[in-house]
């Protein structure tokens, strides 16, 4: 899980939504979703609540991505 943790920050540590709450919800879901690959949402979160967050997360309009 070491070397997972450490390419997933590499890969988004740096992820700015222009709100720190986002960013932040932002990493956790993609750390979930990272260390669950191929599950169903259903299991990847630890309830029903924070898989609807992930939900409307997912739905919010988001700053154009700067290269």
Excluded at 7 to 20: I, K, M, P, V
Excluded at 25 to 32: E, M, P
């Amino acid at each position: 899980h070491r070397m997972m943790a450490e390419r997933y920050e590499q890969n988004f540590g740096r992820c700015d939504l222009g709100d720190l709450r986002l960013n932040r919800r932002a990493l956790s879901i993609g750390q979930a979703l990272s260390e669950n690959f191929g599950k169903a949402l259903s299991t990847v979160f630890e309830s029903g609540k924070v898989l609807k967050r992930a939900y409307a997360f997912s739905l919010m309009p988001k700053p154009a991505l700067q290269r």
